[in-house]
């Protein structure tokens, strides 16, 4: 079964920057079009980021335009979040997961399971 597992989330103030993680032990990301989704308290699970494996095309939420890069490293099979310019509103647990190939960046397009999940706090 497709699983991934997140890592790089923490605590910073406004305006500060992180850089999330999402490996994968047993396949190749490469293969797959992959999404980050957050998931604040109280609310809905979000469509953050969505990478393509067809033509590598990028999906970003209005939100976080012009402020999160996502790209694959091939090579450590690693995907990553860059995020910059932290707002308290990014607060979230983030997760990636393997996502139908069709720029919609949807968590109900979602296939496989999802992981645990990387806490992001972002507060002063």
């Known amino acids: 079964q497709v699983q991934l597992v997140e890592s790089g989330g923490g605590s910073v103030q406004p305006g500060g920057s992180l850089r999330l993680s999402c490996a994968a032990t047993?396949?190749?990301?490469?293969?797959?079009?992959i999404g980050w989704f957050r998931q604040a308290p109280g609310k809905e699970r979000g469509g953050v980021s969505c990478i393509s494996t067809l033509d590598g095309s990028t999906y970003y939420a209005d939100s976080v335009k012009g402020r999160f890069t996502i790209s694959r490293d091939k090579d450590k099979n690693i995907v990553y979040l860059q995020m910059n310019s932290l707002k308290p509103e990014d607060t979230a647990v983030y997760y990636c997961?393997?996502?139908?190939?069709?720029?919609?960046?949807?968590?109900?397009?979602?296939?496989?399971?999802w992981g645990q999940g990387t806490q992001v706090t972002v507060s002063s």
């Open positions: 997961a393997t996502v139908l190939d069709n720029g919609n960046c949807d968590p109900n397009e979602v296939f496989g399971s």
């Open positions: 047993k396949f190749t990301l490469d293969y797959y079009a």
